[in-house]
């Protein structure tokens, strides 16, 4: 697989050629992942879950992202990575460059930040600087407990158009890709028309640029909840190298996720 950038993942937009991703946090996955299709790895902080065993994501550091991030890109030096900035990193746009330039130091393509219009300033000071960004709007998970729990977000249409708003703004502000999580389908078709960046969906249907899980949902080993929005690959396919190719080809055809796997 050629070495992807931005403008690759722009063009892929425009030609309607989904976009495959899968979180990662070693070496040996981010290269199976590469070899098998997969054309984004996002070093999630998700990773505070299904590697550290928390209830939320909160605990997770700039140093533990930073370390993934660096085992990620052993992996491979043609992978596209994007690395999540931890809760609380990125509270004034000075904290953000310093933090963001220490994951893009570890070998970091991008960085992904949660939240709308008011990162606006940040994200203006990390483009400037060389620092591309992803953002994540709908269910983010760092604000679990301003939520109330791990909830469908962008249901009532206030706040479907507050989403397409702060979507409109990240864009303005010089975002580059936006992750959109767990908001009806219809709600991510609006936001995604709305933009000329791609989106990237978990539990957002399938009218996305493309589509993201989390490895271990993937494979149906994550300790706990398994959501409603992901799929064992694993199951229909017996062995993980198969597992990540199927995976590519349903997101690539628009079979996963199919109904059963979005929220309405
Ligand atoms: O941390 C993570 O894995 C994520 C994805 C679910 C988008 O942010
Ligand atoms: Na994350």
């Not at 709908?138 to 679990?144: A, D, F, I, M, R």
Request: net charge negative.
């Amino acid at each position: 697989m050629s070495k992807i950038t931005v403008s690759t993942l722009n063009k892929m937009k425009a030609e309607k050629n989904k976009i495959t991703a899968l979180t990662a946090y070693d070496a040996s996955f981010a290269k199976l992942f590469h070899d098998n299709g997969v054309e984004v790895i996002l070093v999630g902080d998700s990773l505070g879950m299904v590697l550290q065993g928390g209830d939320d994501t909160l605990g997770v550091t700039n140093q533990d992202i930073a370390y993934h991030t660096r085992c990620v890109r052993a992996g491979s030096r043609e992978l596209f990575v994007i690395a999540d900035m931890p809760f609380m990193t990125y509270s004034s746009p000075n904290d953000t460059c310093k933090n963001a330039a220490e994951l893009m130091r570890a070998g970091a393509n991008m960085v992904k930040l949660e939240g709308g219009e008011w990162l606006f300033e940040s994200i203006e000071a990390l483009t400037q600087q060389g620092i591309p960004v992803c953002g994540h709007l709908g269910l983010t998970p760092q604000s679990v407990h301003v939520f109330g729990g791990f909830k469908v977000q962008g249901r009532a249409e206030e706040q479907a158009l507050k989403i397409i708003a702060d979507a409109k703004a990240l864009e303005a502000a010089g975002a580059q890709l936006l992750v959109l999580e767990c908001i009806p389908s219809a709600l991510a078709k609006r936001v995604t028309d709305a933009l000329t960046i791609p989106t990237i969906g978990i539990g957002a249907g399938n009218t996305t640029d493309g589509q993201i899980l989390v490895m271990h949902d993937l494979v149906g080993i994550s300790a706990g909840f398994i959501p409603k929005f992901s799929k064992n690959f694993l199951l229909e396919t017996g062995n993980m190298p198969e597992a990540v190719k199927k995976y590519c080809t349903d997101v690539k055809s628009g079979a996963f996720p199919s109904a059963e796997h979005e929220f309405k």
